[in-house]
């Protein structure tokens, strides 16, 4: 197996690479999730949500632990981010769980080495600089123009978007974590806290006499409508989560 570190083995055993990245093993996951499903049909099932190799899981050969021997067992590495997502997936005790242990283990990089604690935090910060919206846009453009939001009713729009992408994720309950995780991917593209700027704005509209009740309905999505460049970053992120779980995308998205 790749030369992985153990980094905990709370609820799901996760594990760092050389790289400082956090990983688990599929078969561990699969084991922990309760899945009665055959391993590899489970799997395949799961890449079909939108995940690529290379990207969210690597493959590699296990040799059989079996007296007789046997043909090697193809095992998995997957990313953080995917596995939240598979552990969202099965709506069960054991998945909500384990999705919400890596939450809490994401930015959690206490017992590290200090080598791979300043690895982890040279890369966050090149990467905050490196992803930038022209970045964004050209990673779309060998997709094409698939979907096209307008720039006056983007919010209803991205609304719209969100939902199909719910429902391919399970429901409407899906909704309010389909839109924290694309809040999330703004704020990391854009180097920005959108719950700071929202809380300043509230601050602003205090001082300028603005009723309590006013200032509490507003939201993210206010913020990001204040600014361009987050409306332009806000738009890229729900094109691609949208080609990631595979909407399905009309030539135009009602309320243009």
Excluded at 58 to 67: G, I, L, V
Excluded at 82 to 91: D, E, F, G, L, V
Excluded at 243 to 248: F, L, N, Q, W
Aim: with cysteine; aromatic share 6%; net charge neutral.
């Amino acid at each position: 197996m790749n030369n992985l570190q153990v980094f905990n083995r709370d609820i799901i055993p996760v594990y760092i690479t050389d790289e400082g990245k956090k990983v688990v093993i599929g078969r561990e996951l699969h084991e922990r999730l309760k899945i009665s499903e055959k391993y590899a049909d489970w799997f395949s099932r799961m890449v079909g949500y939108g995940f690529s190799e290379n990207e969210d899981y690597s493959s590699f050969s296990e040799k059989s632990e079996k007296p007789s021997g046997g043909r090697p067992t193809t095992e998995h590495i997957m990313s953080l981010d995917m596995a939240k997502h598979i552990s969202m997936i099965q709506r069960t005790p054991e998945g909500h769980a384990i999705r919400q242990k890596l939450i809490d283990l994401d930015d959690d990089i206490s017992g590290l080495s200090p080598e791979l604690r300043e690895l982890i935090h040279i890369e966050t910060e090149q990467k905050r600089q490196a992803i930038a919206i022209d970045a964004t846009n050209a990673r779309l453009d060998n997709i094409g123009e698939v979907i096209s939001l307008s720039s006056t009713s983007w919010r209803k729009d991205a609304q719209h978007l969100v939902s199909k992408i719910a429902q391919k994720m399970g429901g409407n309950e899906f909704i309010r974590d389909t839109q924290a995780e694309i809040f999330r991917l703004v704020d990391e593209r854009a180097g920005v806290s959108l719950a700071t700027r929202l809380t300043n704005k509230r601050r602003r509209m205090a001082d300028e006499g603005v009723c309590k009740s006013r200032r509490d309905r507003l939201n993210k999505m206010d913020v990001i409508a204040d600014d361009k460049k987050l409306i332009e970053i806000y738009v890229a992120v729900v094109k691609e989560m949208c080609i990631k779980y595979g909407v399905d995308l009309p030539e135009e998205v009602p309320g243009k």
